[in-house]
T-cell receptor
Framework: GQQVMQIPQYQHVQEGEDFTTYCNSS?????IQWYKQRPGGHPVFLIQ?????EVKKQKRLTFQFGEAKKNSSLHITATQTTDVGTYFC????????????FGTGTRLQVTL | SAVISQKPSRDICQRGTSLTIQCQVD?????MFWYRQQPGQSLTLIAT?????????ESGFVIDKFPISRPNLTFSTLTVSNMSPEDSSIYLC??????????FGQGTRLTVV
């Protein structure tokens, strides 16, 4: 079945350092979505990428969708303690637009 | 956007009992989804709840264990039946239309003892 893997599984950075998580799908995706889940919270939508090679920025966050539409990345510049949480990528099930397969997630810890 | 109210937020239940989780959406949505998230893990889709028809279950999940109701376009319930400690997890409902962003309820943290 469709699998979406993320690396690293966990990363601990000092505040001010950069952070990147990588997302790889076993199948081509029509779009990729990114979610953030704070500790004890629920996933919150960050962004959706649709086009091959697309790059979008949200303040310190940069999202990229690979040319083959099978991989994606999220880069955070100059992390802050408010960035703490688990970041998930998610792609539609093959053949079904509404159902999502979530990636394995990357847990980010930021310390002062 | 949609706001989803989910309850209970947490519960501790005896093995062999059942728990029903409710989700109320502040707008009409065609599809609702139920996920399970084990501690420190990703989200696993349990089933898709459609109004007016039976829920569609993913591999490894069955209706007898996780019966779902969807009486209208703003409400759904998930029941975890005949619970065992292995059912201890976070259960999340969500809505999402046609591949757009998904909105989640606050989650139900279930502990079975």
């Amino acid at each position: 079945g469709q699998q979406v893997m993320q690396i690293p599984q966990y990363q601990h950075v000092q505040e001010g350092e950069d952070f990147t998580t990588y997302c790889n799908s076993s199948t081509t995706l029509s779009n990729i979505q990114w979610y953030k889940q704070r500790p004890g919270g629920h996933p919150v939508f960050l962004i959706q990428l649709v086009k091959s090679g697309e790059v979008k920025k949200q303040k310190r966050l940069t999202f990229q969708f690979g040319e083959a539409k099978k991989n994606s990345s999220l880069h955070i510049t100059a992390t802050q303690t408010t960035d703490v949480g688990t970041y998930f990528c998610a792609g539609p099930y093959t053949g079904t637009a509404s159902k999502l397969t979530f990636g394995t997630g990357t847990r980010l810890q930021v310390t002062l | 956007s949609a706001v989803i109210s989910q309850k209970p937020s947490r519960d501790i239940c005896q093995r062999g009992t059942s728990l029903t989780i409710q989700c109320q959406v502040d707008s009409q949505v065609t599809m609702m989804f139920w996920y399970r998230q084990q501690p420190g893990q990703s989200l696993t889709l349990i089933a898709t709840a459609n109004q007016g028809s039976e829920a569609t279950y993913e591999s490894g999940f069955v209706i007898d264990k996780f019966p779902i109701s969807r009486p209208n376009l703003t409400f759904s319930t998930l029941t975890v039946s005949n619970m065992s400690p292995e059912d201890s997890s976070i259960y999340l409902c969500s809505s999402g239309e046609g591949g757009t962003e998904a909105f989640f309820g606050q989650g139900t943290r279930l502990t079975v003892v």
